[in-house]
Structures are given as structure tokens and as C-alpha cells.
């Protein structure tokens, strides 16, 4: 591509029609990488009266199902970018990285190139950017991560929390140990995508509150921030002394204009359906004991219980550092290796769920060709079965986590896969699960396979 057809795919305009009720022209501003727009996102219109747009990532596994490989290349681009922008350093491996991306390579592996003279907090934001937070985060040899999160534990006091106002669930918190976030280190930022900037000027003030620092960097795959946003910026960096960097893939701006009302459309896979499922139980906790590493928490259940809930720490929901991280690789590669003997069919969905997404989806890197990645998620969004929308087919359910919680999943056809992995952080039982199941049944997708990291065995099973 010669320097005149670079600037001219950079002032390129692009325009979206959104189910005939919005309309969204984005202009590119900066675009290092030539990356294909199309190839990063599509839209999609959100029930949220906050907010009535959603940028839907093709390379997040959230909305849409992706390579897995796709998500790990996305985080390694921004690591790469990150050394250029913050750092003023090219890796070398730059240029393989973006023709690896191009062509859709389907067997990379994270890769720790960032030095260890670097020893940053990367912190991942609940829900969507947990998977993009820790895959940008092997991007370094030295450093810690920790992942925001939505869950609520009444009886561990949070370090820090802070507000997203236009999300569906505003508020994050996040359960580490004062020490990780007590210093002067550089504190990085990672998100799927910047509109306004307001999360991370809120999460800027609240650390800074209680922990200043003289470095913050806010890393996004888009970056959408108008002239007045991105002053905000600039401002707070005068208020409190302090610098903050932005990294972005692509960035630019973008005017909406709501032509009318939308009302939902309903799918027709979310009606009863005759069809039976029962799933198969993998308890990796059964298969490979001790693998990974449970943190119980005392919490209280909706009847006032008090009892404990296995996490693992292995999330980095309550902090992993770069050692940890590498022995997690292992970790992966084996339980990636059992769950490929466990496929019987050639297009295989390994889903996660919520703000599990890292996990399941590095083990699906792991399991081989024909297999697919995406999460369940908080957000709901119009359903309209219409080629190049963002959400052609949905179903809505009780999050079997925290039934008080609506969950979704979006674009899976009917008869789409010949088998799904549903990946959960911890065992729920066969009550919580069976709205999800009977959803799941409409997709007429017989072959699922339930895998819980905590928990050792169940009598009977998932019927």
C-alpha cells in the first residue's frame, strides 16, 4: 500500500444503518496497523436507554464467535502498540504479528515480549475485557493483572471501586491485596472500547484517591473519544500531575443520529422446543487434581447463608503475577489436551460465561481446528436476524451464577455447531443451570458438554 492509499483509507468514512432506527458514521483518524475495519466490528442496537449503540468486537469472543487465536492476536497487536506508543520501542515481531492477524492464522500462542526492565499492573475491565486484559497481559515478562469485577462479596471489603455509567451494570470492584496497587508502578488500563473515556477517568480518580502515581495508560482496541473528550484527559493530567497515554488499534470519532423507536424482535430459537437435551459433566477438578489453585470466600447466599464459594485464582480476579502467569500456560496446554479427547464432532463452541472468558478461551486455543469461542454476557441487545447485524439470534436466561442477573448469548444459529463446551468457573446445580440448558435445547445442538473447574462429582446429572 503506497503512502497516498494509506491516508486515503485513513479519512475513509464508514456508515451503518442499524435496524433502520439508528444510523452511525465513523471516521478513522488513526489506523497504524492497516487494519481492515471490517474485520474488528459490526453494531448493533442495545436495550439500554444510556446508551442505544453497541460497537459488537469480532475479535473479542463476546457477541460473536471467534478463532480463539483471533482474541490472542488482538492482545498481542496492543502489546506491540503499546511498546511503540508508551515505550518508544518496536518489537520485532511486529510485522509477523499483523500477517498473522490478516490471515487468520489458527495456532498462535501468547508470547512474553514486553521486557522485564517494564513491571506494570495491567487491570482488565468486567465483563467484556477480562479475556483481553490477561492475553494483553502475556505480553510481558515481568508485571501483574488483576480483572475488575461485577460480583459483589458482602463479606470482603473491596480495594477500590468505581462507576461505568452507561453500562447495563455500572458498577466494578475489585477484591486484591492493598500491596498490588499501593506503589508507584505503572498502572495500565485495558478495555475493548473507548467511547467517551469516562470508566477510565473514573477508575483514574478512584485509585488515584487512595494510591497516586505519576503513570496511567489506557489501552482499547477502538477508541472513539471526540475533542472534548479526549480534553478531559488532558485536564485531569494537569489536576493531578500526573501522565496518561492512550493505545488504541484504531481511533476516530463517530455521530449518531436515532431516526426511530425499535422494538424487540424475538428469535425463533428461543421458543419451547420438544427437543431433549442432557448434557455430559467434565469436573476438571475430578480429571486433574489439584491443576488449579481455589480461593474460597465466605459470601451469603439470597436466604442469608452464610458459605464459602470456590473461585480460582487462576482469573486473576483477585491478582497473578507474571510467574504464575507462566505456569498457567502449563496448566492450559493440559487441560486444553483432555478436553480435545473429549470432542466428537468438526465444529465445536467452547463457551464461556459472564467474566470467564480467559480460561475457555485459551483451553479452546488448545483443542484443536474447528473450534470456536464466545461468552455468555450482561448485555442485552435487539435481535434482528439480518445479515451483517451484530446480533442475527439471541437467547435470554437467568444467569445460573446469580439467578437475580439476566443473561444472553447471541449468534447461534440453530443447528450451528455438532457439539457445545459450556465452560464455568465453578459447579452450579442442576436447578440453576436447567433455564440455560432448556434455552440451549432450542439451538438443537445435542452434544454439550458441561465443564466446571471447581467441583468433584455430582450423582445423577444435568437433566
Same mark, same amino acid.
Given at each position: 500500500m503506497t503512502n497516498s492509499q494509506t491516508l486515503t483509507s485513513l479519512r475513509k468514512k464508514h456508515s451503518y444503518q442499524i435496524l433502520d432506527s439508528l444510523r452511525v458514521e465513523v471516521k478513522i483518524s488513526e489506523n497504524p496497523y492497516n487494519l481492515q475495519i471490517d474485520d474488528l466490528f459490526t453494531m448493533a442496537a442495545r436495550?439500554? =436507554?444510556?446508551?442505544?449503540?453497541?460497537?459488537? !468486537?469480532?475479535?473479542?469472543?463476546?457477541?460473536?464467535?471467534?478463532?480463539?487465536? +483471533?482474541?490472542?492476536? $488482538?492482545?498481542?497487536?496492543?502489546?506491540?502498540?503499546?511498546? /511503540?506508543?508508551?515505550?518508544?520501542e518496536v518489537t520485532s515481531g511486529k510485522k509477523s504479528l499483523i500477517e498473522l492477524f490478516n490471515e487468520n492464522k489458527l495456532d498462535y500462542k501468547p508470547k512474553a515480549f514486553v521486557g522485564s526492565e517494564y513491571n506494570p499492573v495491567v487491570i482488565g475491565f468486567a465483563e467484556t475485557a477480562t479475556a483481553l486484559g490477561h492475553s494483553f497481559f *502475556?505480553?510481558? +515478562?515481568?508485571?501483574?493483572?488483576f480483572h475488575t469485577t461485577r460480583e459483589q462479596l458482602p463479606l470482603q471489603e473491596a480495594v477500590i471501586t468505581f462507576e461505568e455509567e452507561h453500562s447495563h451494570a455500572t458498577s466494578h470492584r475489585c477484591y486484591v491485596? /492493598?500491596?498490588?496497587?499501593?506503589?508507584?508502578? #505503572?498502572?495500565?488500563?485495558?478495555? *475493548? #472500547?473507548?467511547? $467517551?473515556?469516562?470508566?477510565?477517568?473514573? @477508575?483514574?480518580r478512584s485509585i488515584h484517591s487512595q494510591f497516586p502515581r505519576s503513570q496511567y495508560t489506557l489501552v482499547s482496541i477502538l477508541d472513539w473519544r471526540s475533542l /472534548?473528550?479526549?480534553?478531559?484527559?488532558?485536564?485531569?493530567? +494537569? #489536576?493531578?500531575? &500526573? #501522565?496518561v497515554h492512550c493505545v488504541s488499534l484504531i481511533s476516530g470519532d463517530f455521530k449518531i443520529e436515532e431516526t426511530s423507536f425499535h422494538e424487540e424482535e424475538k428469535n425463533e430459537n428461543s421458543n419451547p422446543t420438544s427437543f431433549k437435551l442432557v448434557p455430559e459433566t467434565v469436573y476438571l477438578e475430578k480429571e486433574l487434581p489439584d491443576l488449579y489453585e481455589n480461593i474460597n470466600t465466605p459470601n451469603v447466599t439470597l436466604d442469608g447463608v452464610q458459605k464459602d464459594v470456590s473461585y480460582l485464582k487462576e482469573t486473576g480476579r483477585f491478582g497473578l503475577d507474571s510467574n504464575e502467569n507462566v505456569f498457567l500456560h502449563e496448566k492450559i496446554? $493440559?487441560?486444553?489436551?483432555?478436553?480435545?479427547? =473429549?470432542? %466428537?464432532?468438526? =465444529? %465445536?463452541?467452547?463457551?464461556? $460465561?459472564?467474566?470467564?472468558?480467559?480460561?475457555p478461551m485459551r483451553i479452546a486455543a488448545e483443542m484443536g481446528s474447528g473450534t470456536f469461542y464466545q461468552s455468555t454476557t450482561r448485555s442485552p441487545v435487539y435481535i434482528k436476524d439480518k445479515v451483517d447485524y451484530g446480533a442475527r439470534y439471541g437467547l435470554s436466561f437467568p444467569n445460573p451464577e446469580d439467578h437475580l442477573v439476566p443473561h444472553f448469548v447471541y449468534n447461534?444459529?440453530?443447528?450451528?455447531? *455438532?457439539? &457445545?463446551?459450556l465452560f464455568f468457573e465453578r459447579e452450579v446445580s442442576n436447578e440453576d443451570i436447567q433455564p440455560l440448558?432448556?434455552?440451549?435445547?432450542?439451538? +438443537? @445442538? !445435542?452434544?454439550?458438554?458441561?465443564?466446571?473447574?471447581?467441583g468433584k462429582d455430582r450423582s445423577g446429572g444435568y437433566e
Open positions: 436495550i439500554n =436507554k444510556r446508551r442505544s449503540f453497541l460497537f459488537v !468486537s469480532k475479535v473479542l469472543g463476546k457477541h460473536l464467535p471467534i478463532v480463539p487465536a +483471533k482474541g490472542l492476536l $488482538t492482545a498481542a497487536l496492543l502489546g506491540a502498540r503499546y511498546l /511503540e506508543v508508551v515505550k518508544n *502475556d505480553c510481558f +515478562k515481568k508485571g501483574d493483572f491485596p /492493598e500491596s498490588l496497587i499501593n506503589n508507584n508502578r #505503572e498502572i495500565i488500563l485495558v478495555d *475493548d #472500547e473507548v467511547t $467517551t473515556g469516562k470508566t477510565a477517568l473514573n @477508575i483514574i /472534548e473528550d479526549r480534553n478531559q484527559f488532558v485536564l485531569l493530567e +494537569k #489536576e493531578l500531575g &500526573i #501522565e496446554f $493440559t487441560s486444553g489436551k483432555l478436553l480435545r479427547k =473429549k470432542r %466428537t464432532g468438526n =465444529k %465445536t463452541l467452547c463457551l464461556g $460465561t459472564g467474566e470467564f472468558m480467559y480460561l447461534i444459529p440453530p443447528n450451528g455447531y *455438532d457439539e &457445545i463446551f440448558l432448556t434455552h440451549l435445547a432450542t439451538l +438443537k @445442538i !445435542s452434544n454439550v458438554k458441561v465443564v466446571f473447574f471447581t
